[in-house]
């Protein structure tokens, strides 16, 4: 079977081509839903956003320059329309979750015993989520989607220095909420004591 | 950069991320929606119903409420609008004060 290249996909969605258009959400429906996940941290508003992705991109396909692959514009649409949602669907519940948070007992507070009883990934989920936006953002394009700095800067459309420096305090972030010490190996933590904190 | 960390994190976000999937139907539901208008005209067939009903007593210049206004047609533009957005107890009351109202007449 002959395999179609994005251009060629790209070129027939701009003609109208509904097939080119599923066979493209079956490409990159991963990408999309993935990273709207990271972002968003629920599933339901990834699906969404994935399906409205998608009818953007069928939307404005004209825009789209055949020449450039398709993934910069679909991390970029992914990323811009999850920043919507969580400003404009999440604010409100914002001051919810803090209270919730603070009845529940903060994650920072949590004892050695506790840190350790909990599931690395959902821990670093959460402490992903707990990132503002800006910073979030960079964090998943960059560990997530494996995007250098200088992809990363045209996708956002801001300064290398600025995703640096979200980077920067991302790691911060994170290296304080997950309470990370010394790494064996550099695959297993040994250490997820307060002490660093 | 600390490698170990990048690694740790990397990982643990691929792996929470990779513990949902996208729905099975999302290109059955993306085909659709692409098929469809872009804006979809929503009708109220009963509430034009009413509003065609209060103006049709009503004089030219003149409101279903007996107001005299300035005698133009596009006066009943917002008129007509407004009844045939949405549907109310109030609307239907003054439905009836209206019919009542035009009867006594």
């Known amino acids: ?197 | 950069m600390d490698n170990g960390m990048d690694r740790y994190i990397g990982r643990c976000l691929k792996n929470w991320t990779a513990k949902y999937s996208p729905p099975l139907d999302g290109r059955t539901r993306l085909l659709r929606n692409v098929s469809r208008p872009p804006y979809t005209r929503i009708s109220h067939p009963f509430s034009e119903k009413i509003a065609t009903f209060l103006n049709r007593y009503s004089m030219f210049g003149e409101t279903s409420f007996g107001e005299t206004r300035f005698a133009c047609d596009q006066f009943y533009y917002p008129r007509q609008r407004q009844i045939s957005g949405s549907i109310s107890q109030s609307l239907i009351l003054t439905f009836h004060l209206a019919a009542n109202h035009r009867l006594a007449n």
Do not use: C
Not at chain 1, 49 to 73: E, G, H, M, S, T
């Open chain 1, 1 to 197: 079977m002959e395999i179609v290249t994005d251009q060629e996909l790209v070129k027939n969605l701009q003609a109208g081509s509904l097939e080119a258009l599923g066979e493209l959400y079956d490409r990159y429906r991963q990408l999309v839903f993935r990273t709207a996940l990271a972002i968003t941290s629920d599933p339901e508003a990834a699906s969404d956003l994935l399906q409205d992705v998608f009818l953007r991109l069928f939307r404005f396909a004209d825009r789209i320059d055949v020449q450039r692959p398709i993934q910069p514009w679909l991390y970029r649409m992914t990323a811009n329309l999850a920043y919507t949602w969580l400003k404009r669907d999440r604010r409100w519940l914002r001051p919810l979750e803090n209270l919730a948070e603070w009845l529940a007992g903060s994650t920072r507070n949590l004892t050695h015993e506790v840190v350790e009883s909990l599931d690395d990934w959902d821990h670093l989920q959460r402490a992903v989520a707990s990132l503002p936006v800006s910073q979030r953002m960079v964090v998943v394009l960059y560990y997530l989607d494996d995007l250098s700095l200088q992809e990363i800067s045209e996708i956002l459309e801001i300064p290398i220095g600025t995703v640096k420096s979200r980077l920067h305090y991302g790691r911060l972030s994170l290296k304080k909420d997950l309470s990370l010490g010394v790494l064996i190996d550099g695959d297993k933590l040994a250490d997820l004591s307060l002490e660093t904190t």
